[in-house]
């Protein structure tokens, strides 16, 4: 009982312990990296995410009443859940 009451604290939670440092093991030298996208196809991915986060921004979400709206839904809240 006495090894017991020293490993938890006052309120009765376990007393928290040094953990044993985690081994790193080093990846395989000798497997193959797989084929990335080469520059000029990554920059048009990125490209493409700005356009359509800058067309995002743009887009007009107010309604004619003023509220923000992001759907065309009547009633549809932002998480497109319909409010009652």
């Avoid at 084929?35 to 995410?49: P, T």
Wanted: aromatic share 2%; proline share 7%.
């Amino acid at each position: 009982a006495a090894a017991l009451a020293s490993s938890e604290t006052g309120d009765g939670l376990p007393r928290r312990r040094r953990k044993r440092p985690m081994a790193i093991v080093p990846g395989s030298a000798s497997a193959p990296r797989a084929a990335g996208r080469s520059d000029s196809e990554q920059a048009q991915v990125m490209g493409a995410f700005q356009r359509g986060t800058r067309s995002g921004r743009v887009t007009e979400t107010a309604g004619p009443d003023g509220a923000d709206r992001t759907s065309d839904t009547p009633g549809a809240s932002s998480e497109g859940h319909e409010v009652s």
